[in-house]
C-alpha cells in the first residue's frame, strides 16, 4: 500500500506509513507496473475508477493535495521553525559586520515619556557609601576605650560600696558563705547599687565621678546638656544594653560614630570635655 503523502510503500496490514506515520486507510491503492492489461481500451467500471484515481494522484501536485484533503488526526506536536529571520540587508549564515554588532537599540521617544536621569557609576557608589550622620553636633563621640575606663572608675566605687555592705554584715556576726545560692543573690546585691548609683547623678542633672575624672561630659545629638528625662532614657536603655548579654555594649566597636544602643535610644552620648 503506497502513502498518499510521502509516497512510501507500505505492506497492505499496515494501519500508518512507515517513513512519515500517517493514517494508511484514506489512501488509494497503487496498482504495480504490468498487474493490468493498457486501459486504455478497458471497459470495466472497476478498471476505469482505478485509472481515474491514479491520473487524479499524479496530476494534483502533493501539497496542493495534503492541503485540500481532510486530515484524519491531528498532529501531535506544533511545526515551530528552528531558524530565526535575519535582519535586513544581511545574508542568512553570514557573520554580522562590526557596525551592526555595536548598532545601539532603538529607543522609543515620546513627548509623554519621562527620562530617568542616571548618574555616574562613580558618583553612584560614592552616595551608596555615604550613612546619614546621627550626631548633628561637631563634637565627636569619645572611643570605646575611653568610656570603659570611665565605666571601670564607676564600678569600682560601686564594688566598694559594695565590700562595704559585706563587711559591716561580717561585722554584725553575720555568716558569709559563698555558693550557688549566696552569689547570685550578691551579684543581684551590686546590680541594685549601680543602679541607684546612676539614678542619683541622673535625678541630680550631672554626670557621675567616672566621666568626670576621665574629662568626658553627656550631650545630646545637638551639642546641647541633656535634659533629665533624656538621663533616665539612658539609664534604662543601658540596662536593657547589658540584659542583652552587653550586645549593645559591643555594637559601639561596629557602629560607625561609635554609638552604644543605649546612645541610640536615649539620643545622648559621651564627649570629651574639651573645655575642662
Given at each position: 500500500?503506497?502513502?498518499?503523502?510521502?509516497?512510501?510503500?507500505?505492506?497492505?496490514?499496515?494501519?500508518?506509513?512507515?517513513?512519515?506515520?500517517?493514517?494508511?486507510?484514506?489512501?488509494?491503492?497503487?496498482?504495480?507496473?504490468?498487474?493490468?492489461?493498457?486501459?486504455?481500451?478497458?471497459?470495466?467500471?472497476?478498471?476505469?475508477?482505478?485509472?481515474?484515481?491514479?491520473?487524479?494522484?499524479?496530476?494534483?501536485?502533493?501539497?496542493?493535495?495534503?492541503?485540500?484533503?481532510?486530515?484524519?488526526?491531528?498532529?501531535?506536536?506544533?511545526?515551530?521553525?528552528?531558524?530565526?529571520?535575519?535582519?535586513?540587508?544581511?545574508?542568512?549564515?553570514?557573520?554580522?559586520?562590526?557596525?551592526?554588532?555595536?548598532?545601539?537599540?532603538?529607543?522609543?521617544?515620546?513627548?509623554?515619556?519621562?527620562?530617568?536621569?542616571?548618574?555616574?557609576?562613580?558618583?553612584?557608589?560614592?552616595?551608596?557609601?555615604?550613612?546619614?550622620?546621627?550626631?548633628?553636633?561637631?563634637?565627636?563621640?569619645?572611643?570605646?576605650?575611653?568610656?570603659?575606663?570611665?565605666?571601670?572608675?564607676?564600678?569600682?566605687?560601686?564594688?566598694?560600696?559594695?565590700?562595704?555592705?559585706?563587711?559591716?554584715?561580717?561585722?554584725?556576726?553575720?555568716?558569709?558563705?559563698?555558693?550557688?545560692?549566696?552569689?547570685?543573690?550578691?551579684?543581684?546585691?551590686?546590680?541594685?547599687?549601680?543602679?541607684?548609683?546612676?539614678?542619683?547623678?541622673?535625678?541630680?542633672?550631672?554626670?557621675?565621678?567616672?566621666?568626670?575624672?576621665?574629662?568626658?561630659?553627656?550631650?545630646?545629638?545637638?551639642?546641647?546638656?541633656?535634659?533629665?528625662e533624656q538621663r533616665l532614657r539612658r539609664?534604662?536603655?543601658?540596662?536593657?544594653?547589658?540584659?542583652?548579654?552587653?550586645?549593645?555594649?559591643?555594637?559601639?566597636?561596629?557602629?560607625?560614630?561609635?554609638?552604644?544602643?543605649?546612645?541610640?535610644?536615649?539620643?545622648?552620648?559621651?564627649?570629651?570635655?574639651?573645655?575642662?
Open positions: 500500500m503506497e502513502c498518499r503523502y510521502c509516497r512510501a510503500l507500505n505492506s497492505d496490514d499496515e494501519h500508518r506509513c512507515g517513513r512519515c506515520g500517517r493514517r494508511l486507510q484514506a489512501s488509494v491503492v497503487r496498482p504495480a507496473p504490468g498487474s493490468y492489461p493498457p486501459l486504455t481500451t478497458a471497459t470495466a467500471p472497476a478498471l476505469l475508477e482505478i485509472r481515474q484515481a491514479v491520473e487524479s494522484i499524479h496530476s494534483t501536485p502533493p501539497v496542493a493535495e495534503a492541503k485540500r484533503r481532510t486530515a484524519f488526526q491531528r498532529t501531535l506536536f506544533r511545526e515551530i521553525p528552528n531558524v530565526m529571520p535575519a535582519p535586513d540587508g544581511v545574508r542568512p549564515g553570514a557573520a554580522p559586520s562590526a557596525r551592526a554588532q555595536h548598532r545601539p537599540a532603538a529607543r522609543r521617544s515620546s513627548e509623554d515619556q519621562q527620562a530617568l536621569a542616571f548618574h555616574d557609576s562613580a558618583a553612584m557608589q560614592a552616595i551608596d557609601a555615604q550613612v546619614d550622620a546621627v550626631i548633628f553636633c561637631d563634637a565627636k563621640a569619645a572611643s570605646p576605650t575611653h568610656r570603659f575606663l570611665a565605666a571601670a572608675l564607676d564600678g569600682s566605687l560601686v564594688l566598694t560600696a559594695m565590700g562595704l555592705f559585706v563587711a559591716s554584715f561580717a561585722i554584725g556576726g553575720g555568716e558569709m558563705v559563698l555558693d550557688k545560692h549566696t552569689i547570685p543573690a550578691l551579684a543581684g546585691i551590686a546590680g541594685v547599687l549601680w543602679f541607684f548609683y546612676q539614678l542619683l547623678f541622673c535625678l541630680g542633672d550631672g554626670d557621675t565621678p567616672g566621666m568626670q575624672w576621665t574629662q568626658l561630659r553627656l550631650v545630646n545629638f545637638d551639642g546641647q546638656l541633656p535634659d533629665r539609664l534604662l536603655a543601658t540596662g536593657l544594653s547589658i540584659v542583652a548579654a552587653f550586645l549593645g555594649v559591643i555594637w559601639a566597636l561596629v557602629d560607625e560614630e561609635s554609638l552604644t544602643w543605649h546612645d541610640h535610644i536615649s539620643k545622648t552620648f559621651p564627649t570629651v570635655n574639651v573645655g575642662a
